[in-house]
């Protein structure tokens, strides 16, 4: 893998680290619970971010059309633990193996995406993106964890 995208799969790796330690231990309820509105589960955040990587590092990345439904994303429910753990290992794994076959001159491809209206985006721009998309929704997924966490109030002993 070349440098830069060694260091890209480093983050990225981190990211899904960051997601199992949101999810850690909790039961199904937890992991389907919306802390209000205009506000997703963890589950949906977790297959969103998912989605959205494969999206951005399979099909504009390396062109490998994946078929995403982003609006199905959003439906996600009654994914225990460990579902969602083997759904951040897949995605994970399938984003090692497209970022290892990159070249440098891979990165400055563009490619047109189809779900935005045809807009062209360069290949590096779209591993970029992916791993801020991680970011910002990793940290969504660490305050709703902590809201979940806070809902009930602890018995000081």
Do not use: C
Not at 24 to 39: H, K, T
């Amino acid at each position: 893998m070349i440098p830069i995208l060694e260091d890209i799969f480093k983050h990225l790796e981190e990211r899904h680290s960051d997601f199992g330690k949101a999810i850690a231990g909790l039961p199904q309820e937890a992991l389907d619970w919306v802390p209000g509105p205009d506000m997703n589960s963890l589950g949906v955040l977790i297959v969103h971010t998912m989605g959205a990587e494969r999206y951005w590092i399979g099909d504009i990345g390396a062109g490998i059309l994946s078929n995403r439904d982003r609006a199905a994303e959003f439906q996600t429910h009654g994914l225990n633990e460990n579902a969602l753990r083997e759904i951040l290992s897949t995605t994970l794994e399938f984003s090692r193996s497209v970022l290892e076959s990159l070249t440098l001159d891979d990165l400055t491809k563009e490619r047109i995406s189809p779900n935005h209206r045809g807009s062209v985006f360069r290949v590096s721009w779209g591993i970029a993106h992916a791993l801020d998309h991680a970011a910002l929704h990793v940290g969504h997924a660490q305050i709703t964890r902590q809201l979940w966490d806070q809902r009930i109030p602890r018995v000081v002993t």
